[in-house]
């Protein structure tokens, strides 16, 4: 089975904090991503990677960046955090064209 | 872009009994992906099923099945013999089969999600 772990369930950050989320995958997948999931709103996503030390936008890029280093590491960054960016993130990686699979989660909150 | 629309936020169903959640999606491409996930409140989300949209036979996963209508791009799900644990948020997502440009093809395009009640 496939299993992407994301390094924290729940993260209280405080506003102007530079934070990491962390993201490992253990099936050498090629793809990667980071979505945040809101109320009313399903998942977006923020960044993805189709290879080590490549990205590219998704849908809501502003205020975060990420790094890849390894294939099976993926790292989302809150340059700044702000309140806006409480949220649930989550993960995924994926082999081209099959299936995304998730991690867990992280509930993120910055005070 | 490609949007994803699902217009139940809850829906509610008793133990055994059938139930349909409703997803439409808006799209001017004509080979893509269909899936449905499923987050428990442990929240890993869990692949219930996926269309191929070239394929005109609907999907089906034991309990579970689509009814995709290309045409109107309509893409729901029934859960047949419903059980406490297929109580979750569920999400129904697209995702283009194209390689334009050799990245676009893991891209998953999420609905606003429908949380089910299973009632014992």
């Known amino acids: 089975d496939v299993k992407v772990t994301q390094s924290s369930r729940y993260l209280v950050k405080r506003t102007g904090e530079k934070v990491f989320l962390e993201c490992v995958q253990d099936m050498d997948h090629e793809n990667m991503f980071w979505y945040r999931q809101d109320p009313g709103l399903g998942l977006r996503l923020i960044y993805f990677s189709y290879d080590v030390k490549m990205k590219e936008k998704g849908d809501i890029p502003e205020g975060y960046s990420v790094s890849r280093e390894k294939k099976e590491r993926f790292s989302l960054i809150l340059e700044s955090a702000s309140t806006n960016q409480t949220s649930m993130y989550l993960c995924?990686?994926?082999?081209?064209?099959?299936?995304?699979?998730f991690g867990d989660g992280t509930r993120l909150s910055i005070l | 872009a490609q949007t994803v629309t699902q217009s139940q936020p809850e829906m509610s169903v008793q133990e055994a009994e059938t139930v349909t959640l409703s997803c439409t999606y808006d799209t001017s491409e004509s080979d893509y992906y269909l899936f449905w996930y499923k987050q428990p409140p442990s929240r890993q989300m869990i692949l219930v099923i996926r269309?191929?949209?070239?394929?005109?036979q609907n999907a089906t996963e034991n309990r579970f099945s689509v009814n995709f209508q290309k045409a109107a791009k309509s893409f729901s799900l029934k859960i047949s013999d419903s059980q406490l644990g297929d109580a979750a948020m569920y999400f129904c997502?697209?995702?283009?089969?194209?390689?334009?440009?050799?990245?676009?093809?893991?891209?998953?395009?999420f609905g606003q999600g429908t949380i089910l009640t299973v009632h014992p």
């Open positions: 997502a697209y995702r283009s089969r194209s390689n334009a440009g050799g990245t676009s093809y893991g891209k998953l395009t």
């Open positions: 269309q191929e949209a070239y394929k005109q």
């Open positions: 995924a990686s994926q082999q081209r064209y099959q299936p995304q699979h």
